[in-house]
């Protein structure tokens, strides 16, 4: 089945950095998505991006389907954006979402 | 409001028992699943149901019994529970093969 990795698994920045989160999958795709998890534990889906740019807010990502990868852009970072960044792919067709093990961030302020 | 909701938030049981954890989403979703996330943050896949027929079992043991009334609902029930069954479950919904999942708030579930 497909293999997705993250990295970095833990990131510290100070408010207002800039940061760059990947996740790298071992099959193509037709469903690529990111999600943050809070402090609290709610799981929250940020974008569904198999292909291309998308932006929200300060957020964006940019998957390349080709070299099988994605990346998640945080800019001017908040407190708020504190929690566990996960990306996730289908095992295959339809199937359900497979989820790398997350990128811890916390945000100081 | 739209949304997944999962019951109870907090359950703590002792070893043995038997418990269930009921979902429901008023989404018109098509596919609910149940995922358990251990205490280091992974997300494993559980079950997967589409139109209230089981798609995936995920090499969950056979003391994991999902139970789908209709499109809407999707409960798990656990039989004989044990200490590593302690994790949080989550349950999701979507259009089969689309977008966005949408999660519950999540089942944090402790056996002592």
């Known amino acids: 089945g497909i293999q997705v990795e993250q990295s970095p698994p833990d990131l510290i920045l100070q408010e207002g950095a800039n940061s760059t989160l990947r996740c790298n999958f071992s099959?193509?795709?037709?469903?690529l998505q990111w999600f943050h998890q809070n402090p609290w534990g709610q799981l929250i889906n940020l974008f569904y991006?198999?292909?291309g740019t998308k932006q929200n807010g300060r957020l964006s990502a940019t998957t390349v389907a080709t070299e099988r990868y994605s990346l998640l852009y945080i800019s001017s970072s908040q407190t708020t954006d504190s929690g566990v960044y996960f990306c996730?792919?289908?095992?295959?067709?339809?199937?359900?979402?497979?989820f790398g093990k997350g990128t811890r961030l916390s945000v100081i302020a | 409001d739209t949304a997944v909701s999962q019951t109870p938030k907090y359950l703590v049981t002792q070893m043995g028992n038997d418990k269930s954890i009921k979902c429901e989403q008023n989404l018109g979703h098509d596919t609910m699943y149940w995922y358990k996330q251990d205490s280091k943050k992974f997300l494993k896949i559980m079950f997967s149901?589409?139109?209230?027929?089981?798609?995936i079992n995920e090499t969950v043991p056979n003391r994991f019994s999902p139970k789908s009334p209709d499109k809407a609902h999707l409960n798990l029930h656990i039989n004989s529970l044990e200490l590593g069954d302690s994790a949080v479950y989550f349950c999701?919904?979507?259009?089969?093969?689309?977008?966005?999942?949408?999660f519950g708030s999540g089942t944090r579930l402790t056996v002592v």
């Open positions: 149901y589409n139109n209230k027929e089981l798609i």
């Open positions: 991006i198999p292909s």
């Open positions: 999701a919904s979507s259009y089969t093969g689309e977008v966005g999942y949408t």
């Open positions: 996730a792919a289908p095992l295959s067709g339809n199937t359900p979402l497979v």
């Open positions: 099959d193509s795709v037709n469903n």
